[in-house]
């Protein structure tokens, strides 16, 4: 089985490390465990860069951005996603994809092939590691967490027709692998690029949640901890048709 999995531990008892072992030890020796590990801070428009520096002068957020780090898939950890992310990201054998605001982390079989080739210009499409997730029909656990933080929900916006598009910003490595473009900002080969994608959108994935059938959602508990398990592809499906017929 490969699973892709959201988890907030906060007040279930559980420990990442220990939680992310047992899962391995149910997907078995030809299972994939995989997680987002999303860095939305590297941005200059993110609301996670932007609390970074509310209250800032203008000469304060020039000087804040041009120490920003580039980021680096073996060494950034993965700020917001939750302890069970990051006991992923640093497990002994993970892989992680180079985008550098979207990257992925697995463990298992596979973990390498699903994380290489990540581009820039595709935060959450068909060529990111969700794009391959999807195809291979993966499964999603949701622990102690709603649909509104499904990550599988994303992949349907690239899919449905006339998608709003927009511009993003992140600090990157120079010719990096995977991250074309960027510019030479310093001696150590760091600097902005920019890049347009999908106007990625979640403020209605609580809704869409709610309307995705019950008969295709398989709920139970993890140590105490409420758990959802269903299909990746009937979530993307069930998302697009959504949005194609909700969204404006």
């Not at 999807?134 to 690239?158: D, K, P, Q």
Request: proline share 7%; charged share 25%; hydrophobic share 40%.
């Amino acid at each position: 089985m490969r699973v892709m999995a959201h988890a907030s531990l906060g007040g279930t008892g559980l420990r990442a490390e220990a939680l992310r072992d047992a899962l391995v030890g149910v997907l078995g020796p030809r299972g994939t465990l995989a997680v987002p590990a999303f860095t939305p801070e590297n941005s200059k428009t993110s609301s996670a860069h932007l609390a970074r520096i509310a209250g800032l002068s203008e000469e304060e957020v020039r000087a804040f951005r041009e120490r920003m780090p580039a980021f680096d898939p073996d060494r950034t950890p993965s700020r917001g996603m939750g302890a069970l992310a990051e006991a992923v990201r640093t497990a002994p054998g993970a892989a992680r994809s180079e985008h550098p605001q979207t990257s992925f982390a697995a463990v298992g079989a596979g973990a390498r092939e699903l994380c290489s080739g990540h581009p820039l210009t595709s935060h959450l499409g068909e060529r990111s590691p969700l794009g391959k997730m999807c195809g291979e029909g993966w499964r999603v656990l949701m622990i102690n967490v709603g649909f509104s933080v499904c990550t599988a929900f994303h992949l349907a916006e690239y899919r449905i027709p006339k998608p709003l598009l927009r511009m993003y910003e992140c600090v990157v490595k120079v010719n990096h692998q995977g991250v074309p473009g960027g510019q030479p900002g310093d001696p150590q080969g760091e600097g902005w690029t920019a890049y347009e994608d999908i106007a990625l959108d979640d403020s209605d994935f609580a809704e869409i949640g709610r309307s995705f059938p019950e008969d295709r959602v398989h709920r139970g508990r993890i140590s105490g901890a409420s758990a959802m398990l269903f299909s990746l592809p009937d979530a993307v499906d069930h998302a697009m048709k959504w949005m194609t017929e909700n969204r404006r």
